[in-house]
């Protein structure tokens, strides 16, 4: 057998599993054995993968990769871990695991119950889309991820979460409950690989994932919203909306001038026709531009009637990005009762996300950074 990278084929059905099978010289009952194993086991290492025979894992080893990313870089707290991986080009990507923990129910318990993990992944090698308060925005884009490359990061956290607290935490077997497109990229405008990968991620067997539990985070790209509708790509949608007015969006996120608001809101009405899903605005807090009060008023009213859902961001500050400055608590909060007065259900992001310096505009901080880039 060639050295050849087994999750390259995700294969979809039975005719391909076959197909795959017979240019692998295996049979198809041990693809599928090996499928069970990644997908089902979290395991990613083939001495791990203790289901199939001792004999065929021998054989396997010498060419068995079950994922087409490396680690390169852990760092972590109680909270989070967070990835960096190196891609087969040597480029680096990055992914970050949210651990949501129950409130100690009892005195005794010292420590909150770990409840459900969700994982933010990358959709692209940094992010074409140069929004202007961006971290992200401002290393070069470089290609869209595979499918492959996109499904590695959940077999790898899966199979870390399975290392990490396997019958640490009451014995019970945790994995990855939510995955979030938000981390780098734009993944609608890698539309093609996301779409697969989703697939991949809903499939009963595979990383059987519910609809709800996979959410696309957008800054808006209408056509490709349509497309989700006439695809059935029922999942969740979070808009990165950023500002409540053409003006000032296209003054922060430079794609906005190829939208027109009113059609983006369009488009989102039929998504939720379409879905029943209510739909989640992200609303970054800048000082002096994005979190004046006219602005919450101008949002509500934007949003007014809608299945919608406000997740306040605060801005993290970054020396590489001098103008931008972070809202204070006082405005995030004015901002916030504005829109609930106005019947928005609203969340201001937390702490846990904000350390792992989460989302648009806070992402490869570290590389912007040492690599001494200017705001202009
Ligand atoms: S804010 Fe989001 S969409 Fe805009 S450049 Fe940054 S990562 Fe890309």
Redesign the pocket.
């Known amino acids: 057998m060639s050295n050849w990278i087994f999750l390259k084929a995700l294969l979809r059905d039975k005719i391909e599993i076959n197909k795959f099978a017979k240019e692998i010289k295996l049979q198809p009952f041990k693809v599928k054995q090996i499928f069970f194993e990644i997908f089902k086991n979290q395991n990613i290492d083939i001495d791990q993968m203790t289901t199939i025979s001792k004999d065929l894992r021998e054989e396997l080893k010498s060419s068995f990769e079950a994922i087409s990313i490396k680690l390169e870089n852990v760092v972590e707290d109680w909270q989070t871990t967070k990835f960096a991986f190196k891609t087969h080009d040597w480029r680096i990507i990055e992914s970050v695991i949210i651990y949501h923990r129950q409130k100690a129910q009892h005195i005794k318990e010292n420590k909150p119950k770990l409840n459900r993990i969700t994982l933010c992944i990358s959709s692209q090698v940094w992010?074409?889309?140069?929004?202007s308060?961006?971290?992200?925005?401002k290393l070069w884009f470089t290609r869209n991820l595979t499918r492959d490359e996109i499904i590695s990061q959940i077999l790898f956290a899966n199979n870390y979460i399975k290392n990490k607290f396997w019958k640490k935490e009451d014995g019970i077997l945790f994995w990855v409950r939510n995955v979030v497109f938000m981390w780098?990229?734009?993944p609608l405008a890698n539309y093609d690989n996301v779409k697969i990968a989703v697939d991949m991620m809903l499939a009963q067997d595979r990383l059987s994932l519910g609809r709800r539990h996979i959410t696309i985070s957008t800054?808006w790209i209408v056509k490709w919203i349509q497309r989700m509708i006439d695809d059935g790509m029922t999942v969740k949608l979070a808009i990165?909306l950023?500002a409540p007015n053409q003006k000032l969006r296209e003054e922060i996120?430079p794609v906005a001038k190829w939208t027109e608001l009113n059609d983006l809101m369009k488009v989102i009405e039929k998504y939720i026709k379409a879905t029943d899903n209510r739909i989640f605005y992200e609303y970054i807090m800048i000082k002096d531009l994005t979190d004046k009060p006219e602005l919450a008023m101008e949002l509500s009213r934007l949003l007014k009637g809608q299945l919608a859902h406000v997740n306040l961001i605060p801005y993290n500050e970054n020396p590489a990005m001098k103008h931008f400055h972070e809202s204070s608590i006082e405005n995030i909060k004015k901002f916030k009762e504005i829109l609930e007065r106005e019947g928005i259900t609203v969340t201001v992001r937390d702490s846990m996300w904000r350390e792992a310096k989460w989302?648009?505009?806070q992402?490869g901080w570290e590389k912007v950074n040492s690599g001494n880039e200017e705001d202009e």
């Open positions: 992010c074409p889309m140069g929004c308060f961006c971290v992200t925005g780098m990229g734009e800054v990165s950023h996120i989302a648009c505009g992402l």
